[in-house]
């Protein structure tokens, strides 16, 4: 049973809540109805790829009398996978603008049309013969996605209280692995992995989206945001009172805390991506959103998702056995996305991020050396290396990114640093869809060792800069970052404390000043 109480620390100055029913609801809801498309939208093209393929072929036989060469329907393919990435890098471009009119909430609700529109595309593109309509919906799709994957994090961060933020932060990503899983399944040959049925397990994504759409509108939008942007006090009062608990003492004590937020800001507007990078103040936040959010794309987890099937048959997997394989696989990354959750608000943020890009490296190079060895039950260590990289990726790269993006910036500039990330992150999706089955080609088995680099070099970094933000609220981790830069100038400690008083509020207590200066 969820526990509906909310409790606080009045002595030391701290905020802490339980989960409450309508807190845990909104975060599964907006999870399932946004998370679980984009999840379900990166693997489903695995399962119907030769079929997908034989359609394009037939159509442009049909229209031209002629064939596609392997090249050049290869191409065609490639961009049908990556062309969901082009849209997810449309879709988060504007995100700062759709928040800062719509709100949260109501850029959710209002994106799930996008989906509504893929659907009928993609659902009716084989009745009407044109593979146009299967890359147009993927491109919707993508949009949608794009707006979603940074909207949810942001959204969730916001009405969470700090102490469950890395917790509720982790559950989109839970059902990021359950889209995977759902669309490994129904992928099946005895379930919808037959030629007749691919135009349907393309569109089934629209169930969660429908679900959103009718229960999300009676949901309030963050308090955050309809304090410091809307500046409706009652308003924040009823939402804090629906996500807390009615009988909290310290819903209080929390628009406290987000009026000092506010004042601090009192002199600032949302700034835009050019104002956020040219803001010198926030570098090694900036620098951090920019290399983790690469990093998750660029750390071989699309190629695994996009390309399974393919990864398995070239690791000597019998074809009968690969999709059992690669389902066994999506089980793996649902229980690797529990464990991240439960463990998040215990261990922190830091050690998930690091040893699931130290376990990425480490499995990449396995499966390098798996395919170089080509002895018999070699194919075994295969599988268990493709299991690290999901496992890995799961536990902490797949939701830690999303999840720090928002701790590490203000309210002046969250949106801009998601749209930041979310543009790279898109990006770097693209590249690995497109560019992953050629350089396959080209490469070998030594592809992965491309991956390899990346994710060490990732752990590296996030050893060195990145600090932990597990129970701290957003001031006092822009007041650690501020630290670093105060150590690289030679700020003297008086100096840094008046700064901090006038820009963000006086520091917490001393613990702050040891933690952050631990990591740098």
């Not at 065609?76 to 800062?100: Q, R």
């Not at 900036?286 to 390309?307: H, P, R």
């Not at 720090?404 to 203000?410: D, K, R």
Request: glycine share 8%; proline share 4%.
């Amino acid at each position: 049973m969820v526990e509906e109480t909310y409790l606080s620390d009045s002595a030391n100055g701290k905020i802490s809540g339980h989960l409450t029913w309508p807190l845990l609801s909104v975060t599964i809801l907006t999870s399932f109805g946004s998370s679980m498309s984009y999840g379900y939208n990166l693997a489903v093209v695995n399962s119907p790829a030769e079929y997908i393929k034989d359609f394009y072929n037939e159509t442009i036989l049909e229209r031209f009398n002629q064939s596609l060469t392997t090249h050049r329907l290869l191409l065609l393919y490639s961009a049908t996978v990556s062309v969901f990435a082009v849209g997810g890098m449309v879709g988060s471009l504007p995100v700062g603008l759709l928040v800062a009119k719509f709100g949260q909430k109501g850029t959710l609700v209002y994106s799930t049309f996008l989906m509504l529109l893929a659907t009928l595309l993609m659902g009716f593109s084989k009745l009407l013969r044109s593979p146009e309509m299967v890359i147009l919906g993927r491109f919707m799709s993508g949009i949608h996605s794009g707006i979603s994957l940074t909207v949810v994090p942001m959204y969730l961060g916001e009405i969470a209280p700090k102490n469950l933020r890395g917790f509720l932060g982790l559950i989109p990503s839970i059902f990021i692995c359950l889209g995977v899983f759902a669309a490994q399944v129904l992928g099946l040959r005895e379930l919808m992995g037959k030629e007749k049925d691919w135009p349907l397990l393309m569109s089934l994504f629209v169930i969660p989206t429908l679900v959103e759409l009718l229960f999300l509108p009676w949901f309030p939008e963050s308090p955050r945001y309809l304090l410091i942007q809307k500046q409706d006090v009652a308003a924040t009062v009823r939402a804090l009172t629906w996500y807390r608990n009615r009988h909290s003492s310290n819903i209080q004590a929390e628009i406290e805390e987000m009026q000092e937020e506010q004042r601090s800001l009192a002199s600032l507007e949302t700034i835009s991506v050019f104002q956020l990078i040219a803001d010198r103040s926030v570098r090694w936040q900036l620098t951090t959103v920019i290399v983790i959010s690469m990093a998750m794309q660029l750390s071989g987890i699309d190629a695994v998702w996009f390309y399974t099937n393919r990864i398995f048959e070239n690791a000597g997997i019998p074809e009968a056995y690969i999709q059992y394989t690669t389902v066994g696989t999506g089980a793996i990354e649902v229980v690797a996305g529990l464990i991240g959750s439960l463990a998040i608000e215990r261990v922190g943020r830091r050690p998930l991020l690091i040893g699931g890009f130290s376990l990425m490296g480490f499995s990449c190079a396995g499966i390098t050396i798996s395919l170089l060895l080509q002895v018999p039950g070699m194919h075994y260590a295969s599988v268990a290396c493709v299991v690290g990289i999901i496992a890995g990726f799961c536990v902490g790269p797949a939701g830690v990114p999303f999840l720090m993006t928002a701790e590490l910036f203000t309210q002046s500039h969250r949106p801009a640093a998601y749209i930041v990330g979310g543009v790279l992150n898109w990006l770097s999706n693209f590249t690995v869809g497109f560019v992953f089955p050629f350089l396959q080609m080209s490469a070998g088995a030594y592809c992965y060792l491309v991956f390899c680099g990346i994710c060490w070099t990732v752990a590296i970094y996030a050893y060195i800069v990145i600090p932990e933000t597990k129970n701290r609220t957003f001031m006092e981790i822009s007041q650690m970052f501020s630290f670093k830069d105060a150590a690289r100038h030679h700020v003297s400690h008086d100096e840094l404390q008046l700064k901090k008083f006038k820009g963000y509020g006086t520091l917490e207590n001393s613990a702050t000043h040891f933690e952050s200066s631990r990591f740098f």
